[in-house]
């Protein structure tokens, strides 16, 4: 799941969020620990400018130290970053840190990356823009080297040169995966052609088997034979009869009902869920986790 309060956009943060913060976070991750899910992630954003506050807002927890933090207070569940935008860095700085965090948290990190979409950002960091496709395609090449098994790593783009400098810890995991976000035509076949995994973005059911076509070919097509790890986000769930207005594209109801609808994913090609719950304040969101954890996912 997206961890709630490191990110509030307001497409989908709760009310309660905006007073919350670290011992909130810690609560929910180790509810997430205890209740069997897979991973925990946090979003990427340096800096949101004005045209955009309104509606994105500018609460983007570091995912780097917030997942640092939170490895420290768990003890199995993974932590994604969802997505970490590495076009903004160098390879070399972004395999620093996250080697450093798989390293300490005894190889529990899973690499989302994506392109971004806030130009402001680029900009004000000095990386082109309009270029932001080629620049993430080279970087994941790049930090495949970088967050390698070699202490001295090398590698030799358009972009990016680099061998000779060493970088200590390495990764505790001999491969890091590295997950590819997006569902534009570029993010598709960057998920298929680069990736261990594709995260969708907001791609709708009836839409998704298309998609997932789509990968498969394009990665046969370029010869890739590994397996590729096929995520999906979906609708905004709650566990039982809710007494409040939770939105009509809530999954509501019984844990038999909810994995019944939730097993469609799998029949699709899925193999992992991400999951959002409706919630009033983080002790009915933990609630709700642990009933999920508890009822729902031992049916699928």
Do not use: N
Not at 11 to 32: C, K, N, S
Not at 54 to 81: C, H, I, K, N, Q
Not at 170 to 176: D, H, K, L, Y
Not at 245 to 264: D, F, Y
């Amino acid at each position: 799941m997206q961890l709630p309060v490191q990110s509030q956009s307001t497409m989908y943060a709760e009310a309660w969020e905006a007073d919350a913060g670290p011992d909130d976070l810690v609560e929910i991750a180790r509810t997430a620990d205890r209740s069997g899910f897979d991973y925990v992630a946090s979003c990427d954003h340096v800096a949101i400018p004005r045209r955009l506050a309104a509606a994105m807002s500018t609460v983007w927890y570091d995912p780097v130290a917030t997942l640092g933090f939170l490895a420290g207070v768990t003890e199995r569940v993974r932590l994604l970053s969802h997505v970490a935008v590495v076009g903004l860095r160098h390879p070399l700085l972004t395999a620093k840190q996250y080697a450093t965090l798989d390293h300490l948290s005894g190889g529990r990190l899973i690499l989302g990356v994506g392109a971004g979409h806030v130009q402001e950002e680029f900009e004000v960091l000095g990386v082109d823009f309009e270029r932001r496709g080629a620049v993430l395609d080279e970087c994941v090449d790049a930090l495949r080297a970088a967050l390698g098994p070699d202490e001295f790593p090398a590698h030799h783009g358009k972009l990016y040169d680099f061998e000779g400098l060493g970088q200590l810890p390495r990764p505790a995991q001999e491969r890091v995966p590295v997950w590819v976000g997006g569902s534009s035509p570029a993010a598709v076949r960057r998920a298929a052609v680069r990736g261990d995994g594709w995260l969708p973005q907001g791609d709708p059911r009836d839409r998704l088997p298309e998609q997932i076509a789509r990968v498969r070919r394009l990665r046969e097509e370029a010869g890739v034979s590994d397996p590729l790890t096929v995520g999906a986000i979906t609708e905004p769930l709650y566990v039982g009869e809710p007494g409040w207005s939770v939105g009509r594209r809530t999954l509501t109801g019984a844990p038999e009902a909810l994995a019944e609808s939730l097993r469609a994913y799998r029949a699709m090609g899925v193999h992992q869920i991400q999951v959002r719950f409706r919630s009033r304040s983080r002790s009915e969101l933990t609630d709700q986790m642990a009933a999920f954890g508890a009822e729902v996912a031992p049916l699928f």
